[in-house]
């Protein structure tokens, strides 16, 4: 069984922040989207502000500008972009400039033709995520069909969303997808939207670690 990474997303009250730092995955998202229930605010909090090391820092913006990424990353000492929105390879090619962090492409999907986006991205971000298509631009809660990944051709690695549940990661363990890399978690392992369920997300990140 391969190892994945660890991204949980959405993160915003502090206490929260505090205990999910000390379950070490690898990746805590921030959400910068402010029609999002998860929407992280201009400036962070005291424990928002520290590294997580070492776990990643993740900003989550949708169609923002750059100076609006900019300035997210330097006051939340963010370490990777997640680009949720319409933006164009171009864009996440300046992203990565002017910030210097990494970037992953959110995409969603419904149907086989939305992979075939994908290879605009390649070799132009670190990697693709690939979500539920919704009107909200996630945290819908709800799984696309996996099976439509079996048709994914493109060689940049690809982290999943979408309604991940613990039963869902016990399915993702074995899965055996060559580019598959990471799990996305948020909606299903929250007491509320911001919220998470930090002994739940505890059993899940000992049961993706067990055997590695």
């Known amino acids: ?34 029609q999002s229930p998860r929407y992280a605010g201009l400036q962070p909090s005291n424990n928002q502000v520290p590294k997580v090391d070492p776990s990643k820092k993740v900003g989550v913006f949708v169609d923002a500008s750059l100076d609006e990424i900019s300035a997210r990353t330097k006051a939340f000492c963010l370490d990777y972009l997640q680009l949720h929105g ?13 910030t210097g962090c990494r970037i992953i492409k959110a995409l969603p999907i419904s149907e086989a033709a939305d992979l075939s986006l994908a290879d605009a991205y390649e070799g132009v971000v670190d990697y ?3 979500d539920t298509k919704t009107p909200n631009k996630g945290g ?6 996996w099976n ?8 940049t690695a690809f982290i999943i ?19 598959l890399v990471g799990v996305d978690l948020n909606s299903r392992f929250e007491l509320s939207p911001g919220v998470k369920d930090i002994p739940k997300l505890k059993n899940a990140i000992e049961m993706l670690r067990i055997n590695e």
């Open 86 to 98: 319409t933006e164009s390879p171009e864009f996440c090619r300046m992203a990565r400039e002017c």
């Open 1 to 34: 069984m391969k190892r994945l990474l660890i991204k949980i997303c959405g993160m915003r009250d502090d206490a929260g922040l505090k205990a999910l730092t000390a379950l070490q995955p690898d990746m805590i998202g921030f959400i910068f989207y402010p």
């Open 128 to 130: 693709l995520l690939f």
């Open 161 to 179: 969303s979408g309604g991940i549940d613990l039963e869902a990661l016990v399915q993702l363990k074995k899965a055996t997808w060559p580019a």
């Open 148 to 155: 439509l990944l079996d048709s994914y051709t493109s060689h």
């Open 140 to 145: 819908s809660g709800c799984k696309f069909d």
